[in-house]
């Protein structure tokens, strides 16, 4: 079974552009969450979309978004670009089954590297 | 806040079995301990997880001791391909409440020659 793939892997912006990044799931996984890491924060959960609806959301400013369409792929878009919005974007799907004790592991991609200039 | 502390950098000589202790000591009862490892700027890694019984897979095996207030991952012949960044994660089961996962710093392991 193929992997979390993420498109593309590096990306190049200037302050003040906005950016799209892509993510597609494991076959069969519904759910799909975003993660930011930089050297000084770490790893930082962004949102978590599921059913095409966001379902949880970091602490991250409305600069941020995303989506989620029918076939569970998800998108990401960060606006007006500002220096420290360069980092490591992670993208990890899970199957959320829903089920109360499902434990539901997320599995990651490989992340697309946003450098901003 | 991450509900883990781990150790900051551990090493380990190859071939060698490698420990890595985590504390939890926050943990509630519906809360699994998630193991995940990041090589150098790859997408973390899933290692294992358990909620209050010892756990083993191909890859690992997880103690967690009767409290549930720590518990130990084992790398039982380490190799320098596991030079990478363990983290430690404690999560409540998912049922309808979505997932996000809070991470530390994690542990630095070096798998030396």
């Known amino acids: 079974k193929a992997g979390v793939t993420q498109t593309p892997r590096y990306l190049i912006k200037t302050r003040g552009q906005q950016v799209t990044l892509s993510c597609s799931p494991i076959s069969g996984h519904r759910s799909v969450s975003w993660y930011q890491q930089t050297p000084g924060q770490g790893l930082q959960f962004l949102f978590e979309y599921f059913s095409e609806t966001q379902r949880n959301k970091g602490n991250f400013p409305g600069r941020f978004s995303g989506r989620q369409f029918s076939n569970s792929r998800s998108e990401m878009n960060v606006s007006t670009l500002e220096l420290g919005d360069s980092a490591l974007y992670l993208c990890?799907?899970?199957?959320?089954?829903?089920?109360?004790?499902?434990?539901?592991?997320?599995?990651f991609g490989p992340g697309t590297r946003l450098t901003v200039l | 806040d991450a509900k883990t502390t781990q150790p900051p950098s551990m090493d380990c000589a190859e071939g060698r079995a490698a420990n890595l202790p985590c504390n939890h000591s926050t943990i509630s009862g519906n809360e699994y301990v998630y193991w995940y490892r990041q090589i150098h700027s790859q997408g973390p890694q899933y290692i294992i997880h358990g909620l209050k019984n010892n756990e083993t897979n191909e890859m690992a095996s997880l103690i967690i001791t009767e409290d549930r207030k720590s518990s130990t991952l084992i790398l039982p012949h380490a190799t320098l391909r596991d030079t990478a960044v363990y983290y430690c994660?404690?999560?409540?089961?998912?049922?309808?409440?979505?997932?996000?996962?809070?991470f530390g710093q994690g542990t630095e392991l070096s798998v030396k020659p």
């Open positions: 994660i404690v999560r409540v089961a998912l049922g309808n409440q979505g997932g996000k996962l809070i």
């Open positions: 990890a799907s899970s199957f959320r089954s829903g089920h109360r004790t499902s434990t539901d592991t997320q599995y």
